[in-house]
């Protein structure tokens, strides 16, 4: 920590000899008279009012997310409405709006909530897995964003800005020391180089040591390490033309998405002891999370950079074009210690590459007459690299058969399920696959000003899509020698080629009617289609590449709403109601297929989604500002006829799901949040703020298991501090202060872990103290 403050001083020491008082201002731009009002979104890729946009959005400005250090994703469950982001690993993350989008880990599709960071296309959610440093604003659009944000936006869409480099000297800095030993150093700074050409650099570190107890050799595990930076130009040689630069890197080290925790010895205590008592081992089961028997190895690792070029050129009376380029490439490499226990048995991960390349170009046309617009076109190429590995350890046959290795090698000549089963000792297997996507799109959406009280828009969105891939197993290879183990030759299938492609429409049609001043009321039909996928592992024994394939997902959202501001813009209230109906649901679960535990993609038949939501934000007074959102959402599946079983469904191949609640969807999500600060004297301001949200009880595995029932809990961060003019800042803070342990999600091994399932849990309560300096 004393290398990290000491470099962290200098660069500072640097930064300050070369700043002066004030930052300029970054594209969320402030209301003169109120907060609620002078909020700017780009839902519509053109600045708009967010009290002028006709669907249901949540924007978070830069300096509310710098007050109470959101910097991770997940964050957001604390501050928008129907919202569920779970961040397991880089790999296993998923984001859930309005109860779609619970298919975590797929390398073969796409998720239902698409994630634009600068208006680029983060083609897997765990690309944003990373510290959220200098953020400009974060938009979450609710309902299918198909027309303008692209296919994979069934859901909603993520929106998130970073800050834009200045043409003024100027940054901020900040250090956080906390509870775990949690470290985090960010710092940024901006300026000019020439006349027209302006820099922005930000950088950090995070780190964290372990919350998890190993009790076979007492180590602390579930630790975290962040780092990256991201290094901008802004050329502007006229005020019609700009060119906006960005380079970035980011990488994380951590074992919190690989500890493999039981939290219930399930239905079956009696399978799973012998396995126990077949190999010698121990297992903890732990309801509260924070044991392990793994014994390791834990840990979970993912590398990327991505640079991008936006041009802005703005051209005769009003017409604006846009060019945007950009490239991402992202690795993830993960070892963990599968069963949980503390024997020698069963060790897998998966090593992954993804490139990606994206180009859209649209042109946002003036107001003429009655009529305003934008159209455009877009490419987008990705190629992921994937390869699954399972490696057996010298007590896997023990584990799996549940009988000690020695009566095994005894029955072994007479039974050749025996001799196959024992061959596992020692050997690792591979599943490779390749998924290619290549998508094209035309876009467009117009709005016609009926009136200077009525609008409406209409879009249309047409994308063409194929994917292909080849997935193989090579023969299993012995894990002393990497050759082939000949006893295991049987099992090398493949390669198996599959291939997919379709042309989607999506379409807008929303009209919108301002009744007075304060009060807008909208009404919206809006459909988005989520690309089909393939699944990159092998296809269960018997079947062929069309086990493969998973159908497209479409998603038809029906809404109303209404908008007020009031009262000088010290009262804003949106309310809507909505109803989604999705055909061909896509969802991922964990299967045992030959012996090993695999994600499969499916389509889950058709769902549907109907609620509420209600967000209101008051100054009641000077210095006080509140927020607070409840949410109801009744997500069910309308025909899932051939759903996975629980483990208490005991002799069942398939179950019907049908009318049953949607995994990872709570009914009713609520929060409040608010801020306080007051002048103590001329150059300090005393401040407090407090965070509280709730979601209540929901299905944490796609079976709808009783035993992966989590929710029901309520969270509370709280912080005070203290500014000091326009410079310093110190806060003392807790996150999940009352200490509720919580799991997140769960998943079923089968037979590995007969009867039960494993669950990855929130974090514990922390608490600690941040320094900011903004110059």
């Known amino acids: 920590m004393i290398k990290k403050l000491a470099l962290f001083s200098s660069v500072l020491a640097l930064s300050v000899g070369q700043a002066y008082a004030e930052e300029a201002p970054s594209q969320a731009l402030p209301s003169d008279d109120g907060a609620g009002d002078g909020i700017v979104v780009t839902a519509r890729k053109v600045k708009e009012k967010i009290g002028d946009v006709p669907l249901a959005i949540t924007a978070i400005g830069g300096d509310d997310l710098r007050r109470n250090d959101h910097i991770r994703l997940e964050d957001i469950n604390q501050l928008v409405p129907s919202t569920n982001v779970v961040v397991t690993n880089g790999h296993q993350t998923s984001i859930s709006i309005r109860g779609i989008g619970n298919n975590p880990g797929s390398d073969g599709l796409e998720n239902s909530a698409g994630v634009f960071v600068d208006g680029v296309y983060l083609g897997r959610p765990g690309m944003a897995a990373s510290d959220l440093i200098d953020i400009a604003q974060m938009e979450v659009l609710r309902g299918p964003q198909g027309t303008l944000f692209g296919k994979n936006t069934t859901a909603g869409a993520i929106n998130i800005t970073t800050e834009l480099p200045q043409f003024d000297w100027g940054g901020r800095a900040a250090v956080t020391y906390g509870r775990f030993n949690y470290q985090q150093y960010q710092g940024t700074v901006t300026g000019p180089i020439s006349d027209d050409l302006a820099f922005r650099l930000t950088g950090y570190d995070t780190t964290r040591d372990g919350i998890v107890t190993d009790i076979t050799n007492g180590k602390k595990v579930s630790d975290l390490g962040r780092r990256g930076a991201r290094l901008q130009l802004l050329y502007k040689p006229s005020s019609d033309l700009s060119i906006r630069l960005i380079g970035e890197y980011a990488r994380e080290q951590q074992s919190s998405g690989a500890v493999t925790v039981i939290p219930s010895w399930g239905l079956t205590p009696a399978a799973i002891q012998t396995k126990l008592t077949a190999t010698g081992a121990t297992l903890a089961v732990d309801p509260d999370g924070l044991t ?52 020698d048995v069963m060790y897998g991960g998966y090593h992954i590459k993804d490139n990606q390349f994206t180009q859209e170009v649209r042109l946002a046309f003036p107001r ?9 076109v877009y490419y987008f190429h990705q190629k992921v690299d994937t390869t699954q590995y399972v490696s057996y350890g010298d007590q896997a046959a023990a584990w799996l058969a549940g009988m ?44 016609w000003h009926v009136t200077p009280q009525w609008n409406i828009t209409g879009g249309l969105r047409v994308t063409y899509e194929t994917k292909q891939e080849d997935v193989t197993r090579p ?40 009744f007075s001043p304060e009060v807008m009321v909208y009404g919206l039909v809006s459909r988005g289609q989520k690309a089909g996928g393939l699944n990159t592992t092998l296809p269960p024994t018997g079947l062929g590449a069309d086990a493969l394939k998973v159908d497209p997902e479409t998603a038809t959202n029906y809404e109303v709403g209404v ?20 055909r061909n649901y896509q969802a991922n679960v964990l299967m045992e297929v030959g012996g090993q535990v695999v994600q499969l993609l499916t389509n889950a038949g058709s769902a549907r989604t109907q609620g509420a939501e209600a967000e209101a934000t008051v100054q009641p007074f000077k210095g006080l500002t509140l927020h607070g959102y409840v949410a109801y959402n009744d997500a069910k599946y309308r025909e899932y006829t051939e759903g996975p079983c629980a483990v208490e469904k005991t002799g069942q191949a398939t179950c019907d799901l049908s009318g049953r609640p949607i995994a990872g969807a709570p009914r009713w999500t609520t929060g409040i949040n608010g801020s306080y600060e007051h002048e103590l004297s001329d150059t300090v301001t005393g401040y407090a703020s407090a965070e509280y949200s709730y979601r209540s009880t929901y299905y944490g595995s796609l079976d709808d298991s009783e035993l992966t029932k989590t929710g029901g809990y309520g969270l509370l961060n709280l912080r005070a501090g203290l500014r000091f003019g326009d410079r310093w800042d110190f806060s003392v803070w807790g996150r999940n202060v009352t200490d509720k342990k919580y799991a997140t999600n769960y998943f079923n091994y089968g037979s590995v872990l007969p009867g039960t399932y494993v669950a990855f849990f929130g974090d514990p309560a922390t608490y600690g103290a941040t320094l900011r300096l903004q110059f």
């Not at 003429?368 to 455009?376: I, K, L, R, S």
């Not at 029955?411 to 290549?438: C, F, I, Q, V």
């Open 475 to 514: 023969v299993p290879v012995s894990n002393d020698t990497g050759l082939p183990v000949a006893a295991l030759a049987s099992q090398a299938a493949g390669p198996i080629h599959a291939r997919i492609s379709n042309t989607a429409p999506s379409f807008l049609i929303s009209t919108d009617y301002r």
């Open 292 to 343: 392990t028997a793994a014994g390791g190895p834990y840990s979970t690792g993912t590398r990327q950079g991505a640079g991008s070029a936006e041009v802005n050129w703005s051209f005769g009376s009003g017409f604006t074009l846009t060019s945007l380029t950009a490239y991402r490439y992202w690795q993830y490499d993960s070892a963990s210690d599968t069963e949980g226990s503390s024997a």
């Open 404 to 447: 000690p290795t020695a009566t095994i090698k005894a029955y072994a000549p007479y039974s050749a399920a025996l001799a196959t089963l024992l061959a596992y000792n020692g050997t690792r297997w591979d599943t490779k696959a390749a998924p290619e996507t290549n998508s094209i799109a035309g876009f467009g959406q117009v709005n």
């Open 563 to 582: 908008k007020g501001d009031f009262l000088n813009h010290a009262l804003t209230v949106n309310l809507d109601v909505f109803r989604t109906d999705i």
């Open 368 to 376: 003429m007459g009655n009529f305003d617009a934008v159209a455009g």
